[in-house]
Antibody, heavy 122, light 110 residues
Framework: QVTLRESGPALVKPTQTLTLTCTFS??????????VTWIRQPPGKALEWLAR???????YYSTSLKTRLTISKDTSKSQVVLTVTNMDPVDTATYYC??????????????WGPGTLVTVAS | QTVVTQEPSFSVSPGGTVTLTCGLN?????????PSWYQQTPGQTPRTLIY???TRSSGVPNRFSGSIVGNKAALTITGAQADDESNYYC??????????FGGGTKLTVL
């Protein structure tokens, strides 16, 4: 059974850096075609794709946020970390990590974590 | 700037058929964009419905189907049920490893 779970602070102050960890089980991020994607959703708003890291270590970022995002993985710990710098109240959102499958014929999210709400306020 | 477009809202009668679409402001959607669809009820985690344009995720009822209609990806619900009332999001792969969500469609069943 594949599961993912996000962890990190529920509250951060403006200008601080947010660090979120996605801990997963049931698959290896060292396996061909396995990736982890981070997505966020401000309260009452749409989902937003943030970043993806692949089995081979390749990293991809949202064009609009790439200067503020860093994604990394620790395959041995089955963890993926997302950092977001210079947090602002508009970054208040539920942050999800999800398993993403990629090959020549497919690119999709199949399993989602439950999400973690991060509020940015002083 | 690329934008993935969806109808903000749609309504369907119980038992009816509805088609939600997913487009690109910069051109046509094709299978090369690997369209996928996700269902989310308020307060819940999204659920994967359709991927690679037409493939239903495990456990998804066959009343949900995906296709390309004209220059857009489409999600069709045939025989809508009350518990299909949700927000529906599409995702398109834009290339270079980057994907993008649409703004979502709020579907009302009444």
């Amino acid at each position: 059974q594949v599961t993912l779970r996000e962890s990190g602070p529920a509250l951060v102050k403006p200008t601080q850096t947010l660090t979120l960890t996605c801990t997963f089980s049931g698959f290896s991020l060292g396996t061909l075609g396995m990736c982890v994607t981070w997505i966020r959703q401000p309260p009452g708003k749409a989902l937003e794709w943030l970043a993806r890291i692949d089995w081979d270590g390749d990293e991809y970022y949202s064009t609009s946020l790439k200067t503020r995002l860093t994604i990394s993985k620790d395959t041995s710990k089955s963890q993926v970390v997302l950092t977001v710098t210079n947090m602002d109240p508009v970054d208040t959102a539920t942050y999800y990590c999800a398993r993403n499958r990629v090959d020549d014929y497919d690119n999709y999210i199949d399993v989602w974590g439950p999400g973690t709400l991060v509020t940015v306020a002083s | 700037q690329t934008v993935v477009t969806q109808e903000p809202s749609f309504s369907v009668s119980p038992g009816g058929t509805v088609t939600l679409t997913c487009g690109l402001n910069s051109g046509s959607v094709s299978s090369d964009h690997f369209p996928s669809w996700y269902q989310q009820t308020p307060g819940q985690t999204p659920r994967t419905l359709i991927y690679s344009t037409t493939t239903r995720s495990s456990g998804v009822p066959n009343r949900f189907s995906g296709s390309i209609v004209g220059n857009k990806a489409a999600l069709t619900i045939t025989g809508a049920q009350a518990d299909d009332e949700s927000n529906y999001y599409c995702v398109l792969y834009l290339g270079g490893g980057i994907s993008m969500f649409g703004g979502g469609t709020k579907l009302t069943v009444l």
